[in-house]
């Protein structure tokens, strides 16, 4: 049983490993997939997540219309904000 708990415990510091790969920036390995469009409601500029390469939470305003945050509203994605 102990080579399979410390085949585990690879896998789990692999895992560790990745998601700080992630968050340093690394685009081919993203934790959290970026898959969330946004609408503006003022101008209809759409922000999408996955086409920016970063979260909407980066943007602070709309770049066509500078509207802030709020004035967008969420298409598609699974996350909340
Ligand atoms: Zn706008």
Redesign the pocket.
């Known amino acids: 049983m102990g080579t399979l708990l410390e085949q585990l415990h690879k896998m789990q510091i692999n895992d560790a490993v990745e998601d700080l790969t992630a968050k340093g920036g690394n685009q081919n390995v993203t934790a959290h997939p970026l898959d969330g469009i946004y609408y503006?409601?003022?101008?209809?500029?759409i922000f999408d997540e996955k086409k920016e390469g970063k979260a909407f939470t980066t943007l602070s305003h709309?770049?066509?219309?500078?509207?802030g945050q709020q004035?967008?509203f969420r298409i598609t994605g699974e996350r909340e904000f």
């Open positions: 503006c409601k003022a101008c209809g500029y709309c770049p066509i219309c500078g509207m004035q967008f």
